[in-house]
């Protein structure tokens, strides 16, 4: 009982060590990543119960109950589904042993600890998923004034001074031109693959 108590003091109960790239075939997250699809890991943390799998396109979390079972939980978070948000990095203190990084994926908070020693390639990682938290934010930001200006043009066209005829066919050519121009404003600012910040902060 001491021993656990002394363990949660000091921050030990379930440190995590970064994987290195020639053992990721080792981990079971592996298992999970769809490289069908080119989707690659970039980092990956694992504790005695868990494993957090970073990739180009989503967070990977093998979710063990405790460090005895057997049992898992998978959850996949793609980026595009899932905001980042909340990034923040928690340096040790004098006696701790551990640092943490935390984040909210969607609704969902998220906290890693990892060991002290570590604190290197953790700030790589604090600085991947900072700017993908702030790209995010802004296509958003872009998006949701995309979305707001077509609104307004059809508000204008519906209080314009024209025939019926005129006015739907106005409508028509709005609405198919909005749908086209919101698809492509979708594609360049809805991204889903973060490979190439990875390979920025990460494998630079």
């Not at 108590?5 to 994987?19: C, E």
């Not at 049992?71 to 899932?82: C, D, I």
């Not at 508000?155 to 909005?178: C, M």
């Amino acid at each position: 009982m001491f021993k656990k108590l002394a363990s949660d003091a000091l921050g030990l109960s379930d440190i995590g060590r970064i994987i290195g790239p020639e053992d990721y075939d080792k981990t079971d997250a592996d298992d999970y990543v769809r490289h069908e699809d080119d989707e690659k890991i970039y980092f990956l943390i694992k504790t005695k119960a868990d494993e957090y799998c970073f990739t180009n396109l989503a967070l990977i979390h093998v979710n063990g109950e405790n460090a005895a079972s057997s049992k898992r939980t998978l959850n996949r978070y793609p980026y595009s589904q899932y905001k980042i948000s909340d990034v923040s990095l928690e340096t040790a203190g004098k006696i701790d042993l551990d640092i943490e990084i935390k984040f909210t994926l969607g609704k969902e908070p998220l906290s890693i600890d990892v060991h002290k020693d570590e604190i290197d390639k953790l700030k790589d990682l604090y600085k991947a998923l900072l700017f993908i938290a702030e790209t995010t934010h802004e296509n958003a930001i872009i998006t949701e004034m995309a979305g707001e200006s077509l609104a307004k043009a059809v508000t204008v066209l519906q209080h314009s001074r024209t025939s019926e005829t005129k006015l739907a066919e106005q409508y028509k050519e709005l609405t198919e031109f909005g749908f086209d121009w919101l698809k492509s404003i979708r594609e360049e600012y809805h991204e889903k693959d973060f490979g190439d910040v990875f390979e920025k902060y990460i494998n630079n």
